[in-house]
């Protein structure tokens, strides 16, 4: 148990770092058994706390009870808003870190949505926010294309082209079916960094598409090939998430099942 | 509805799962748990004016930790009770019944049962930086910001963690295992 990397090889495993050092670890753990090991241990553990018996969700009576309180409390507020002019808080916020790059973006790739793009903007949102809420991320866990791509075909109404990208540390760690847009649509589910990213695929026809839209500090772009659109969603940086769109866009036409 | 509380509500009551996840493994007791998070949030509605955009999840994640850590203290000085780190039975590994089971189903849910005794029985460093590594897949920085320690401590910490749940778990599995007729 002496081995100096073995923190490494947990940063290693917990996509904390960046592309070369990840690169050197992986050279690293081939030629020693101990991290090896770890690797594997590190694996088991965490596949062992993700078992969804060990998550303690709210119950919808304490949701109500936060409500309940909540509305006290703005009410309190409500006797104070009546006497004084509150400033503009999200201005604040809007100025700095995170905020301040989502604005940005948001200004540096304006676009005219067209008028249905709404929904459908709401509609993978709120996708992409419920599979990190509700334990549901992953239908089929696997890194491998050869193991994704066909468990789409049964379960999808579309199986798009499907790769796992590690020297570019976006690593397919597996698919998952979601509804969006009126489809059962196909989803791959990328780790960069700490970040997840959900790459949605669906069979849409016609209408124009929004191109890239930035809210709450999240980014989805959109994009079409072949029959099908895609949708990448993530809280990644912009150009990060526009790295895994450029390499999805290289992998191919799709084909279609509808 | 006023603007903050609709700001308030669209970033930072999506991570109420979270914070009741946290406090549930902090507090270890379901009423505990409810308790911290009203608390938490209550006080996180109270000082939204402070928080300066980003995630919110490690800044709400925060302040249930420090609510759990309020509550330990003011019971400690009502009741006198240990604080959860000073039980030092749990040291001994998880109080389980270990008694043979001929079905392996009934094994199986035991195991997820004892896995759940193993992670009640951690240190409560321990216990948390698990919670938000392995089930709220917070960065280290992250981590870091929602307990306050420096970034090696969390390293470290989660390591120490993680070998320590295995090494439990093993040796629960295998008495599970050697107790089968």
């Not at chain 1, 992986?26 to 706390?49: D, F, K, N, P, T």
């Not at chain 1, 992998?251 to 279609?256: A, Q």
């Not at chain 2, 748990?33 to 608390?39: K, L, P, S």
């Not at chain 2, 994640?61 to 000085?77: G, W």
Request: aromatic residues 8%; hydrophobic residues 40%; charged residues 25%.
């Amino acid at each position: 148990m002496a081995c100096p990397e073995t923190l490494r090889v947990q940063a290693y495993f917990d996509g904390e770092l960046d592309a070369s050092a990840s690169a050197e670890i992986e050279r690293h753990v081939e030629a020693c058994g101990e991290c090896m090991a770890l690797l594997r241990s590190l694996e088991a553990v965490h596949g062992a706390m993700r078992q969804p018996a060990l998550y303690h969700r709210a119950s919808p009576k304490l949701e109500s009870r936060i409500t309940a309180a909540l509305n006290r409390e703005t009410g309190n507020q409500w006797s104070l808003a009546g006497l004084i002019l509150r400033p503009r808080q999200f201005w604040v916020g809007a100025a700095s870190g995170v905020m301040a790059t989502a604005l940005a973006a948001s200004l540096a790739f304006l676009v005219l949505l067209p008028p249905t793009s709404g929904q459908l903007i709401n509609d993978v949102m709120g996708a992409h926010l419920r599979s990190l809420m509700e334990n549901h991320l992953i239908d089929v866990a696997s890194s491998d294309q050869h193991t994704v791509k066909p468990w789409f075909a049964g379960h999808a109404d579309v199986s798009p082209p499907t790769a796992d990208f590690p020297k570019e540390d976006y690593r397919l760690v597996g698919g998952r079916v979601d509804y969006v847009d009126g489809h059962r649509a196909a989803v791959l589910v990328y780790r960069h960094g700490a970040h997840t990213i959900n790459v949605f695929s669906w069979a849409r026809s016609g209408d124009a598409l929004p191109n890239i839209v930035t809210r709450n500090g999240y980014h989805e772009v959109f994009w079409r090939s072949g029959d099908l659109v895609f949708c990448a969603v993530s809280d990644t940086a912009l150009d990060e998430l526009l790295g895994l769109v450029r390499l999805l866009k290289e992998i191919g036409t799709p084909d279609s099942r509808e | 509805m006023n603007d903050q509380r609709r700001r308030f509500e669209a970033q930072v009551l999506p991570h109420l799962d979270a914070a009741h996840n946290l406090a549930r493994w902090l507090a270890r007791s379901p009423d505990g748990a409810d308790d911290i998070v009203q608390e938490a949030i209550l006080r996180a509605f109270r000082s939204f004016d402070g928080f300066r955009g980003g995630d919110a999840k490690p800044w709400l994640l925060a302040i249930v930790r420090n609510c759990f850590f309020t509550t330990v203290a003011q019971t400690r000085q009502k009741m006198h009770v240990p604080l959860p780190e000073e039980n030092a039975s749990n040291d001994d590994g998880p109080l389980v019944d270990k008694s043979p089971d001929p079905e392996f189903t009934a094994i199986r849910a035991e195991q997820s049962r004892n896995l759940d005794q193993i992670v009640a029985g951690l240190p409560p460093e321990f216990r948390e930086v698990l919670v938000l590594r392995e089930m709220e897949d917070l960065s280290y920085r992250d981590i870091a910001q929602a307990t306050g320690a420096p970034i090696g401590t969390v390293m470290s910490r989660l390591a120490r963690a993680r070998a320590l749940l295995k090494e439990r778990w093993l040796r629960d599995v295998e008495g599970v295992r050697h107790g089968m007729p």
